[in-house]
């Protein structure tokens, strides 16, 4: 064998080495990004399963609960964010990102209930978001209406916004869609209790907000 | 299919050549060639120096020659003005009268017709060629020499790198001139040069009778020369400790201009008359290596580039669109955190990484080879950041004149 030929082969050796420890290291982040995801959950699992607790064991002073749930809801947003970039990255398709999906979407509505508990029993009056998606081509305003909901959240601090992807094969938030009577016209939005379809812009969102909800101190 | 997943054929490639590269660098005939000795009997040698319009650095080009440590008996410099129009004549006249020193004057034909001239008025053995805006180290000479021993190597070429990089641009071009001098001394032991460039490279005389004048190559008698060599059967050769330094561009429009000539002419003549080396398994490493991946390294350039310009398009498009009156303060603003589980981890970012860290390693390898002097931090942070964006422009710009047959002046 000539050594052109004999150095062309190492380094096709070499190369193909090289490409496989690439593609390794993507399989094993994307892998460490779900573990991370799922250890997660199942802290946040735990946190809303203390405040139900906390709640029932304060059900005399329920509102000294009410910090443990702005807790749950900036984790929530945390892993929300975080579910949205494994996503990107792995597929919406892909089964381990739809268990989480679901298991944070279980999240999402045990932190609805207990918000509007408290909220019941302390007399608060928080904006409370539910945004309904979808990923699956039959919502080209999704993107627009998420980013603009995440500006809304991240400006208001009493904004809390849930958002479900719509088409998840996920009892409870079949039967939370069933309850509300959302009907699969993208994106779909129930602000303070009042439904509505689709997105155009920021401004004419702010609009389906209750006068005054849209502020930068406490809503009393 | 992503637009990302037409890059990654390409993207193997550079990768499998940079390996080559370094399986060739680290084999036996490299090694010998890196601890060849120097010859104890010198030929005679004639350098010449083609000119047209080079009064600011003539001179300088010659004192350098004149500098070599080389016996004065067999070296001879031949300065030849291609009819320059400008104080050329009168930056030479300074040498007239030199005893090493031999000056020709002739209407203005081209490169080529300066070093044919300059040919026939000497019966040196060695002939060597620098270009009038380069500048070589005083062993030079005798590093290059040593490689003609071998009755079989018709030229041999240099070690180059940017004189005096003044600029982020010249810093560019010089760790790319690094990474060549790695490329040339790993490619030279197995016989896989297609090029002998204007700055101190050396014909065997004997040869050169051979096989014919140098010939305007499609503005590249250099590469012409050099094609024509290897296709006769010759070996060209690399000394990586002869050091010579040359002006680069200073400007991204002269590089372009440049750079767009020296890849229209790879494109003319291996396209053209020298069609029968590509994938020619007769040419060893040449034909089966270098120049089909130097043919599609062109391609390569523009489709990366290409698929660059539509990703950034399209997430420049997306992110204005998804703003639907998002106040722009609150898009600017950084919302990632620095987070490891955020890291763009895509097969595509990771390969490209490394792509770019094995040129890095090249790099770094030419400079400690070659005992370049000078910092090269900022010649390699440019070359990372600006030569992606910059050398697809005279890709682009070569591919177009070759296929639509259009011809440039050389400046």
């Known amino acids: ?220 | 299919m992503s637009p990302e997943t037409l890059a990654y054929p390409f993207l193997f490639l550079a990768v499998f050549f940079e390996a080559f590269v370094l399986v060739t660098f680290l084999s036996k005939p490299a090694k010998i060639a890196r601890a060849r000795r120097k010859s104890a009997v010198l030929p005679s040698v004639a350098v010449i120096v083609p000119c047209y319009n080079e009064a600011s650095t003539v001179a300088g080009t010659a004192e350098s020659l004149l500098a070599l440590d080389y016996p004065k008996d067999k070296l001879e410099i031949i300065l030849v003005d291609d009819g320059s129009t400008d104080a050329t004549p009168a930056a030479m006249a300074k040498f007239e009268g030199h005893s090493q020193v031999r000056i020709l004057r002739k209407e203005n034909g081209g490169k080529h017709t300066a070093l044919n001239a300059a040919i026939q008025m000497t019966n040196a053995e060695i002939i060597g060629c620098l270009d009038a805006d380069s500048f070589v180290e005083p062993d030079a000479l005798k590093e290059i020499v040593p490689c003609f021993e071998d009755p079989k190597v018709a030229a041999v070429t240099a070690a180059m790198s940017v004189h005096k990089p003044d600029n982020v641009l010249r810093q560019m071009q010089n760790a790319e001139y690094i990474f060549g001098i790695t490329l040339r001394h790993a490619l030279a032991s197995v016989n896989g040069l297609y090029v002998t460039p204007g700055p101190f490279s050396f014909y065997r005389h004997s040869i050169l009778d051979k096989v014919g004048a140098f010939r305007f190559g499609h503005q590249t008698e250099d590469m012409e020369m050099a094609l024509r060599l290897q296709k006769k059967g010759y070996k060209i050769d690399n000394a990586p400790y002869a050091r010579v330094y040359t002006k680069a561009p200073a400007t991204v429009g002269s590089l372009i201009r440049q750079r767009t000539r020296w890849t229209t002419g790879f494109i003319r003549n291996v396209l053209g008359e020298y069609r029968g080396l590509v994938g020619n398994p007769d040419y060893g490493a040449l034909g089966m290596l270098v120049l089909p991946i130097g043919i599609t390294a062109i391609a390569s350039g523009i489709m990366l580039f290409s698929v660059s310009v539509f990703d950034l398009v399209r997430h420049a498009t997306q992110a204005v669109s998804m703003r639907a009156g998002v106040p722009l303060s609150y898009s600017l603003a950084p919302h990632a955190s620095f987070d490891w589980f955020y890291f763009p981890a895509s097969f595509y970012l990771l390969l490209a990484a490394l792509t770019i860290s094995a040129t890095l390693t090249l790099i770094v390898i030419g400079k400690r080879l070659s005992k370049t002097p000078g910092n090269l931090f900022l010649g390699l942070v440019s070359y990372v950041f600006l030569y992606g964006f910059i050398a697809p422009l005279w890709l682009l710009r070569a591919a177009g004149d070759a296929m639509f047959r259009r011809n440039r002046a050389w400046r």
């Open chain 1, 1 to 220: 064998m000539s050594l052109v030929a004999r150095n062309a082969l190492i380094a096709l050796g070499i190369t193909l080495a090289l490409m496989g420890t690439v593609a390794y290291a993507v399989n094993y982040l994307n892998k460490a990004r779900l573990a991370d995801l799922s250890a997660m959950e199942d802290q946040l699992s735990i946190d809303t399963l203390a405040l139900d607790t906390q709640f029932s064991l304060l059900e005399n002073a329920p509102c000294e609960s009410a910090a443990s749930s702005t807790t749950v809801i900036e984790k929530l947003n945390d892993l929300g964010s975080r579910l949205a970039y494994a996503e990107s990255q792995l597929g919406a398709g892909n089964p381990q990102v739809i268990r989480l999906k679901e298991q944070y979407s279980l999240l999402e509505i045990r932190d609805y209930l207990a918000t509007k508990r408290l909220a019941a029993a302390c007399g608060t009056r928080p904006v409370i978001v539910l945004y309904f998606y979808s990923n699956q081509g039959d919502c080209a305003d999704c993107d627009k209406a998420g980013y603009a909901l995440s500006y809304l959240r991240d400006t208001y601090p009493f904004v809390r916004v849930y958002s479900f992807d719509y088409n998840l094969d996920l009892s409870a938030l079949q039967t939370l869609i069933a309850l509300n009577r959302v009907k699969h016209e993208l994106p779909a939005f129930i602000i303070s209790g009042r439904k509505s379809y689709g997105f155009t812009t920021l401004a004419e969102l702010e609009k389906r907000f209750p006068k005054g909800a849209l502020a930068t101190t406490t809503p009393q």
